[in-house]
């Protein structure tokens, strides 16, 4: 009997697996080896409380600092600072220093893009060494509720996607009020700002489902910390601190792949950006009772038939 059966019973079993054979083939997260980084590199003293990195259309390498509006371009091979520059906002009484909860920063352009937790973002160019840059300041609809931790750009939309660690659209009054509402946001958004019209979009572009992300990484709670964009696959990397994990999403949303960092490496793993030219990963750690470091990983060769 099972002679007559072996073409449909095949047919099957490759129509129920194909999608996760594509998916796995897809992910460029299994293609880095997080155990074994290339370079382990001490950030100097005043980068100890670094937040997020990223590279620009040059291949340079910034950073920040998590509270003073103060922009540090890194030298990806040593960790040195190359140079710092500094950013101001016009007020009706003169210029005056940023100060905030800065979370992410993302270079679009010849632009770059500074957010806080509150979902303001801040735009400027890049300075030189020691100058005073002039931010413009845009306000959104988030606000610390939201909790807003990570910021990329995509140039396939021309957007900014902003990674949230909370939800809370989607609790009552009485929960949004309530000692437990943290426990009750089970979704983590990531929204999308438009560059050319200047607005944030309502509706989040991706609804990360803990409860998914449990069955896939058995992390119990999923709060995003950074968000950057693959250079080679144009797949999303999201990283969060807490639980030290990677989360690479496709451009529709769906999970490609989870993988865990090392705790010896990554003891609060903060911000995370890929080099232009050879989509090396960058993950940068605040200092824990020492100085920050920066980790560079290559991928394996198969990454340079991804287009």
Known sequence: MWRYCTVPV??????????????????????????KPDAVLKLPAELKEISGITVNEDGGL????????????????????????????????????IIGDFEDIAAAGSRFYLVTSGGVLYSFYEGKDGE????????????????????????DSNTLL???????????????????????????????FLLEQKVLLKEPRFLLSSKKLK?????????????ARHPQSGTFFILASRGRLLVELSPEGEILGT?????????????????????????????????????????????????
């Open 62 to 97: 910034f950073g920040h600092d998590d509270e003073k509006g103060t922009i540090y371009q890194l030298d990806p091979e040593h960790g040195g600072i190359i140079k710092r520059f500094f950013l101001l906002e016009k007020r009706w009484f003169g210029d005056d220093p």
């Open 132 to 155: 005073k840059v002039i931010a413009a300041r845009q306000e959104t609809f988030l606000n610390d509720l939201f909790d807003v931790e990570g910021l990329c750009y995509d140039p």
């Open 215 to 227: 069955k896939s990484s058995r992390q119990n709670k999923f709060k995003p910390s950074a968000i």
């Open 259 to 307: 993988a865990r960092l090392p705790a010896g490496y990554h003891p609060q793993p903060e911000g995370i950006a890929f080099m232009r030219d050879n989509a090396a990963m960058l993950i940068s750690n605040e200092g824990v009772g020492t100085r920050a470091t920066l980790l560079r990983y290559s991928p394996d060769d198969h990454s340079a038939a991804v287009p």
């Open 10 to 35: 095949f047919t099957f079993l490759f129509c129920v697996f194909m999608p996760v054979w594509a998916a796995a083939e897809q992910s460029m997260l299994s293609r880095y080896d997080l155990a």
């Open 162 to 192: 902003l990674a949230c660690k909370e939800y809370p659209v989607s609790l009552s009054f009485k929960e949004l009020f309530s000692g437990r509402k943290k426990s009750r946001m089970k979704e983590k958004p990531v929204y999308s």
